[in-house]
T-cell receptor, first 113, second 111 residues
Framework: DTEVTQTPKHLVMGMTNKKSLKCEQH?????MYWYKQKAKKPPELMFV???????INESVPSRFSPECPNSSLLNLHLHALQPEDSALYLC????????????FGPGTRLTVL | QQQVKQSPQSLIVQKGGISIINCAYE??????FPWYQQFPGKGPALLIA?????SEKKEGRFTISFNKSAKQFSLHIMDSQPGDSATYFC??????????FGAGTTVTVRA
């Protein structure tokens, strides 16, 4: 199973809502990533978890809160988002470092009203 | 500051033609150079990757050429097919968790 799954596929939320994005992989990968991608732009790294510990936070605003409950699951909790946060949110995983082939999920299309 | 520069921004090629995308980097610490293919509404997928100890790598119709002295690498898509129409991102990495992506190239293959 070489698949990263993400739910939901689409999410529309107001600026006062709290919502969560979920990512799951069963490849035994120990590194998991959150990226944000705007239309016609490359993915931008947000967070990296390595062995279930937060390894990298690319100065992401605190309205985005990542969580790694176990080695297969990655969540991104969203609160008080702004319209400019509307984007495709991609989850990815790799065995350890990025050179071990990084597998991306299909993404969650987020719209903030 | 973009660490990997990619060109062209877009290209149109006839079916059966060759698509060529170029990337250049500055950081000599980079030692892993993947190419990702992304279809609309999907996440990127690794297409092919190369390390600087080889000058060329071929997988099917896709070939990476790597010029270490010039700090450049390119993707060639031979016999381009309509199903190859997608956005292609080059990237570079050191031995860590970060990928520096190029800006992307939208390839359109006309039947």
């Amino acid at each position: 199973d070489t698949e990263v799954t993400q739910t939901p596929k689409h999410l529309v939320m107001g600026m006062t809502n709290k919502k969560s994005l979920k990512c799951e992989q069963h490849m035994g990968h120990r590194a998991m990533y959150w990226y944000k991608q705007k239309a016609k732009k490359p993915p931008e790294l947000m967070f990296v978890y390595s062995y279930e510990k937060l390894s990298i936070n690319e100065s992401v605003p605190s309205r985005f809160s990542p969580e790694c409950p176990n080695s297969s699951l990655l969540n991104l909790h969203l609160h008080a988002l702004q319209p400019e946060d509307s984007a495709l949110y991609l989850c990815a995983s790799s065995q350890t470092r990025v050179r071990d082939e990084q597998f991306f999920g299909p993404g969650t299309r987020l719209t903030v009203l | 500051q973009q660490q990997v520069k990619q060109s062209p921004q877009s290209l149109i090629v006839q079916k059966g033609g060759i698509s060529i995308i170029n990337c250049a980097y500055e950081n000599t610490a980079f030692d892993y150079f993947p190419w990702y293919q992304q279809f609309p509404g999907k996440g990127p997928a690794l297409l092919i990757a190369i390390r600087p100890d080889v000058s060329e790598k071929k997988e099917g119709r896709f070939t990476i050429s790597f010029n270490k002295s010039a700090k450049q690498f390119s993707l060639h898509i031979m016999d381009s097919q309509p199903g190859d129409s997608a956005t292609y991102f080059c990237a570079a990495s050191k031995n860590d968790y970060k990928l520096s992506f190029g800006a992307g190239t939208t390839v359109t293959v006309r039947a």
